[in-house]
């Protein structure tokens, strides 16, 4: 008391109660001190020995007793006068709290000292952090560690900070020690989450730094109970919508620390500047930051290598380097591409729950926001969080239509962010600067509750300003004229790159002392690092300081050399604001031939348009043009093309693009006659100088048109001057070429099994899974063409092959399974049939190609119809035909009818018997074949009718029908065969007829019919 010691009062009860007092200030009722103090004895009991407690200690203290204030009913100290060290907010867990005092209020005390001493070691290891005191941070982190050795959560924001300070070595060390004290200790490995912290130890890769978040308390608790609900496998969409600034990154920086430190995985990309951005660079981001955490994939997957097709690097993070198999059509690559990346998500949360990140998405390229609507239809059933996060108002089309089709499959939270409230913007504006009342409060008023102008303008009147600068530019303008001019030049450079640079694109700007640089502009607020690349703090930032360059030329001239030379269409962009056209057509060139290699058609065709329009005289261009617009189907703008370029070509290179215009007939709309035109044109155009392979490249389309539209006589002469030109060592794809036109010359003339031998003996190479798409026209051909010879059983190992050779390659395989299940139908091997058939529509489905499930509902129809499952059968072709499937609609249509009639709808049949009827009929059809198939059905309609005669009638007339074709069966299956081929697209793996088989069916539904009158039919 005053400063002198006073003596504490004999027996340990008097000075219980003292410390019980001091603990628990203010007066309280006799009976609940005495009850704390003595809990186990009566009351009355108690009470009296609280007595003695107080009359000790008024003894011991003397004078200082009066502190003790002593009623009939009360007892307590008095508060005014009291200072309690244990009570202040600084206290530390320096000196034992009531030592050798067992009570268990004591030790509640005890506890709750540690835990108020611990939060407050955490606070301030918290804020020296984010004052980027990051020594600070580590030190007071392990002083929190040595206090509680096998704490968790203490242990990963130690390895978080010692990564951020660039101690790799300390992190991964002190990863190790928490591993091997846990298993010594306790005998337990450490918990997801802090294995995840373990991994980035090793990796070297630390979280950015959390920006301080005031006022969004709703909106994290919000997107906090959206990621459990995610965690435990119901997917969800959140997409945040806010102006630019409002803070929208900041709540996916808390999110993110949230996500980690429960032990999900996050993976995050940030729209760029809209030109020049390379198709599926959102993905690129995303794909690295989920290969960055996913464990190694088992050898046998083939998805991995695929992924290489977007970056060579990204299997080979996953184990699988190596070039992916090779296709010709860019469609198949855009579905490689889809699927691979959906494989790697799933993948990626089969061991974690994972949050996927699309950050300001409305620049965010439009193949990455296509890809987006693919993997979020995948969703529901993944403990994944996809958050797609844009600033609102007008929005790029592929955005929107990303919202819309999220919206119209799903549950999809969308959160708007809004502006601060005034007391949230003050506490934000004093916690960046320390500001008086005054400044807080023009702060508050000039920010207009967007945190991001609460920060500058914070700043800028922490810096002298008088008042918060007007807008933004200004502020910027003001920071960056307290900046060295060099250092003004990287942030500009920066600006103008629209993107964050990586170190090698830093280095390549060879700026003297950029470390320095960087550090300044950092000090002012402007640049920041993230994930190593150096990038403006927020995208506005940057937009003010491009408003302030006079000008850009050279700027974008010095950029252009310095980004990653990959990046063509960056190159490009950068080029032609640098006043180059003629070396940007080149890049954009590249760029499309890149945007082509993953399918991304309508990126090469916008690269292709901005080429020509730098560099109108290259014919070369033109033709790129007019090949990316035929592929894209927009044939009303590749036959200008196509017009420029052969205007514009030089004489010697027109036989080459009239080969290649023959190709495209032949592939990309597959017109016969057209195609063989071309070819002709080519063939007049060469010279002694053309090259061999030209020459017989356009040998090879001659051959190919006569043997699917001509007269079959001059293919294999055709053929045999083509390979007298090729090497001894021809690639895989002329290989094939050739046995698929040896094959259909034999088709065409009704030679079935020597075509399917001529498949047999094709080099191994030409049927392997290293090119998929040919292996599959060769194999599958050879199946129909063995079952058109009647050897089914020969026939289905072939398409077995070719299941196994396409494996890897979803969207084709769709077709070997479709060969497949047709096959096991015809051999009424029905169970198999039907589970090879659910397995290619669930892929169909899966890949969201509408042309290729539409296809498939087809398919699965027919296998359905010949097992008995008519109703099954009824509403999948009824499905095919509704969405417009490539097949033959009038024999579909047919089918149709059969199963609704079977299944006890004849006035459906007869409604569908009705559009078969105005349905046009081409040579894929087969129109020999309808006539009988037509009475066939009505046959059955009149008998479900109760009409058995007119049923006889009908089934007579199909009978005398198939009979009257039986003579030229096999020339008209092989004139079926090739025009379903070219019509439609594929083998006819489902359209062929087979008269027997028919006649069979007849015969067999004529025999249940029952004797009697029959009633007047309607059919």
Known sequence: MDGAAVAMPPGGRACALIGWLALHPGPHPRREVAASLWPEMPNDRALANLRTALWAVHRSWGPAGRYVEATRSGVGLVEDDIWVDALQD?????????????????????????????????????????????????????ELCRLCPIDENAHRSLLQRLLLAGDRASAVLASRDFADRLASELGVRPSVP??????????????????????????????????????????????????????????????????????????????????????????????????????????????????????????GRLGHPGPPASVAAPEL????????????????????????????????????????????????????????????GALPVELTTLIADLTARGPVVEVAVRPLDAPAAAALATSVQSLGVDAVRKVVAAAEGNPLLVVESSQAL??????????????????????????????????????????????????????ALEAAAAAEGLLARRGGSLGFRHELLRAAVSAEIVDPVRLH?????????????????????????GDAAAQWAAAAADARRVGALAEARDFLTRATDAAPADGRLWLELQEVCAWSGRHLEAEPAWDRAVALLPVPDLAAAWCRRGRQLRSVRCDPAASMSAYSVAHDLLTRWSAP?????????????????????????????????????????????????????????????????????????????????????????????????????????????????????????????AARAQLLARLGRHEEAADTARRQLALAQRLDAPGLVATTFHDVGLVALAAGRYRVAATHLDRALAAGARVSRPTAGLRCAEALVRSGDPAGARQRLRTVLLDPVGRADQPWSLLPQIAYVRGLVAAAEGDPDTARA???????????????????????????????????????????????????SRQVLPAGRSRPTRV
């Open 557 to 581: 001239e010095r950029i252009a050399t310095a980004v990653d030379p990959s990046r063509h269409a960056d190159v490009a962009h950068h080029l032609a604001a640098a006043g180059r056209p």
């Open 194 to 315: 802090t294995r995840a912290a373990h991994a980035r130890a090793q990796a070297g890769v630390a979280r950015s730094p959390r920006p301080r978040l005031l006022g969004r308390a709703e909106e994290v608790a919000g997107l906090t109970s959206l990621w459990h609900t995610a965690a435990r496998g119901d997917g969800q969409v959140v997409v945040l919508v806010g102006e630019a600034g409002i803070g929208k990154s900041s709540l996916i920086a808390e999110l993110t620390h949230r996500v980690e430190t429960s032990g999900g995985t996050v993976a995050a990309a940030t729209g760029a500047d809209a030109a020049g951005r390379t198709p599926f660079s959102a993905w690129l981001e995303l794909c690295d930051g989920l290969a960055a955490s996913a464990p190694p994939v088992p050898q046998d997957a083939g998805w991995p290598r695929e992924l290489n097709r977007l970056s060579p690097g990204l299997g």
């Open 954 to 1004: 009908r089934f007579d007339e199909a009978r005398d029908a198939w009979r009257r074709v039986l003579g030229s069966v096999t020339a008209r299956t092989a004139d079926g065969y090739l025009a379903h081929l070219v019509d439609l697209g594929r083998p006819p793996v489902t359209g062929l007829v087979e008269p027997e088989c028919e006649l069979d069916r007849i015969q067999m």
């Open 90 to 142: 600084d206290a530390t867990i320096a000196g034992h709290l009531l030592p050798g005092l067992a009570d268990e209020w004591a030790a509640s005390a005890r506890d709750e000292r540690r835990r108020a001493a611990l939060d407050a070691l955490v606070e301030r290891a918290d804020t020296a952090e984010r004052d980027g005191d990051l020594s600070e941070a580590v030190r007071l982190n392990r």
């Open 333 to 392: 690559e855009r579905l490689r591409v889809f699927e691979s990346v959906l494989r790697l998500v799933e993948w990626s949360c089969l061991h974690r729950p994972t949050m996927l990140v699309l950050d300001d998405a409305h620049r965010v390229d439009g193949a990455s926001l296509r890809l987006t609507a693919h993997v979020a239809r995948r969703l529901a059933a993944l403990p994944v969080l996809l958050v797609v996060a844009h600033r609102g």
């Open 693 to 817: 392979r030209l020459r017989a490249d356009v040998l090879l389309g001659l051959a190919w048109g006569d043997a699917v539209a001509g007269d079959g006589r001059r293919h294999e002469e055709l053929l045999e001057r083509a390979e007298r030109l090729l090497p001894d060592s021809l690639d895989v794809r002329v290989v094939s070429d050739v046995v698929e036109i040896r094959m259909q010359g034999l088709i065409r003339r009704g030679l079935f099994a020597r075509a399917a031998g001529v498949a047999l003996r094709a080099p191994p190479h030409a049927v392997s899974a290293r090119f998929p798409d040919r292996a599959f026209a060769v194999l599958v051909n050879a199946a129909c063409a063995l079952s058109c010879a009647g050897d089914r059983d020969g026939s289905l190992a072939l398409a077995d092959r070719a299941v196994e050779a396409t494996a890897a390659l979803p969207a084709v395989l769709i077709g070997s399974l």
């Open 462 to 515: 922490a810096r002298g300003g008088a008042d918060p600068p007007a807008n933004l530019r200004t502020a910027v303008r003001a920071s960056c004229g307290r900046m060295p001019t060099a250092g003004v030049r990287l942030v500009q450079l920066l600006a103008v790159a629209g993107r964050p640079l990586s170190p090698p694109e830093l280095d390549r700007l060879e700026i003297d002392g950029v470390d």
